[in-house]
């Protein structure tokens, strides 16, 4: 079936630094890729997503970019504030599902 | 805000007893999603609903059941309650955007943490 697979966390960096969260796929057909973001004791929230091959997302300074020949949906920020601090959740449409991965605990540190 | 809540947001229970989640919209959206949340899982689907009446079961329905008798209330039941269902669990509604802008985008409840002794 569908899967995504995210790196694990959790991942440490010190403020202002470059962010990657590594995102890979496995689906039948052309889903629709998302990124979502729970903050402490809250609910997910959209944080981004690309419908097609090629398509970038990209929302709050966060860009990710739909490939399909790697079958990957790398999240990226250029300069990460301590109030990133979060998990972050790649995502696919399945049918009228979402599929999610296992979730990337990012600390920033100050 | 979407306008989805759940009910309740806190719940200690026994082995053994049954429990329901209540997830409520007010946004009339037709998919409405049970996931759980578990360290090193990610969310599962438990179980959704296309419809009142209509549901289907996720990758981890086992020991779950739900109903959908109005649009906006979607139940999770625990019909006996077990250690392994200690957990938070998610509702959640699928927005219905024109072309691509809202397919598949899916708004979450605040969540409900259960946890079985």
């Known amino acids: 079936g569908d899967s995504v697979t995210q790196m694990e966390g959790p991942v440490t960096l010190s403020e202002e630094a470059f962010l990657t969260i590594n995102c890979t796929y496995t689906?039948?057909?052309?889903?629709?890729l998302f990124w979502y973001v729970q903050y402490p004791g809250e609910g997910l929230q959209l944080l981004l997503k690309?419908?097609?091959?090629?398509d970038k997302g990209s929302n709050k300074g966060f860009e990710a970019t739909y490939r399909k020949e790697t079958t990957s949906f790398h999240l990226e920020k250029g300069s990460v504030q301590v109030s990133d601090s979060a998990v972050y959740f790649c995502a696919l449409s399945s049918g009228n599902k979402l599929v999610f991965g296992a979730g990337t605990i990012l600390r920033v540190k100050s | 805000d979407a306008g989805i809540t759940q009910s309740p947001r806190h719940k200690v229970t026994e082995t053994g007893t049954p429990v329901t989640l209540r997830c409520h919209q007010t946004?009339?959206?037709?998919?409405m999603y049970w996931y759980r949340q578990d360290p090193g899982h990610g969310l599962r689907l438990i179980h959704y609903?296309?419809?009142?009446?209509?549901?289907d079961k996720g990758e981890v329905s086992d020991g779950y059941s739900v109903s959908r008798s109005k649009t906006e209330d979607f139940l999770l039941t625990l019909e006996s309650a077990t250690s392994s269902q200690t957990s938070v669990y998610f509702c959640?509604?699928?927005?219905?955007?024109?072309?691509?802008?809202?397919?598949?985008?899916?708004?979450f409840g605040a969540g409900s943490r259960l946890t079985v002794l």
């Open positions: 946004e009339n959206h037709r998919y």
């Open positions: 690309a419908t097609k091959a090629d």
């Open positions: 689906a039948t057909g052309y889903p629709s």
């Open positions: 609903s296309y419809g009142v009446k209509d549901t």
């Open positions: 959640a509604i699928r927005s219905t955007g024109t072309g691509n802008a809202g397919a598949n985008v899916l708004t």
